[in-house]
């Protein structure tokens, strides 16, 4: 199993960045997705979760209305479109496959807000 | 939301030693849906326990949890240098989504 992210960067506040998950190893369109965050010196914060049809979606209160998740079955991806960007945004941003208990993790991606 | 209360906020023990880490919730975990991870600098959270006392997949039996309902605990024995890390719970009973308490920072 692999979690591949890429996307993260530096984003100006009001801008938008879209970071991505790339599955392989199982069979992704069996499993929810989520993505969890780390603020520098902060914890781990719960961002948003899809199911695995992208019937349902779910965000953090300080994210819903901003942030979009999103999922490809067909290319084994996951998404993370954020938008209206804040400095409070500025941290790691992980993929986790499921839910519930996440084993299986993205290495993370750095994006930083700032002008 | 379930709130997760981690105590202490920081633990300095000695190479050898047990550590105790306790996690508090604000409201009772049925099913005992809590989780643990360990988080060092640069790299991602790695599963401990998950549904309070089940070890994952290659973690030495020197990690336990126990708990149930709104506390819980990780217990570490035998300490040694390389187990200095965050130590986060983690609920997942209460859906959608879940909740991890703040951390505690181990130093060995």
């Known amino acids: 199993v692999q979690l591949v992210q890429s996307g993260g960067g530096l984003a100006q506040p009001g801008g938008s960045l879209r970071l991505s998950c790339a599955a392989s190893?199982?069979?992704?369109?069996?499993?929810?997705m989520c993505w969890v965050r780390q603020a520098p010196g902060k914890g781990l914060e719960y961002i948003s979760h899809?199911?695995?049809?992208?019937?349902?979606?779910h965000y953090g209160d300080s994210v819903r209305g901003r942030f979009t998740v999103s999922r490809d079955n067909a290319k084994n991806s996951l998404y993370l479109q954020m938008n209206s960007l804040r400095p409070e945004d500025t941290a790691v941003y992980f993929c986790?496959?499921?839910?519930?208990?996440?084993?299986?993790w993205g290495q993370g991606a750095l994006v930083t807000v700032s002008s | 939301e379930i709130v997760l209360t981690q105590s202490p906020a920081t633990l300095s023990l000695s190479p050898g030693e047990r550590a105790t880490l306790s996690c508090g919730a604000s409201?009772?975990?049925?099913?005992?849906?809590l989780a643990w991870y360990q988080k060092k600098a640069g790299l991602a959270p790695r599963l401990i326990i998950y549904?309070?006392?089940t070890r994952a997949t290659g973690i030495p039996d020197r990690f336990s949890g126990s708990g149930s309902g709104t506390d819980f605990t990780l217990t570490i024995s035998r300490l040694e240098p390389e187990d200095s890390a965050v130590y986060y719970c983690?609920?997942?009973?209460?859906?959608?989504?879940?909740?991890f308490g703040q951390g505690t920072k181990l130093e060995i």
């Open positions: 986790a496959r499921g839910t519930a208990w996440l084993f299986y």
């Open positions: 190893g199982f069979t992704f369109s069996d499993y929810n």
């Open positions: 899809i199911t695995s049809t992208g019937s349902e979606t």
């Open positions: 409201q009772s975990v049925r099913r005992g849906y």
């Open positions: 549904d309070a006392s």
């Open positions: 983690q609920q997942y009973h209460v859906s959608p989504g879940f909740t």
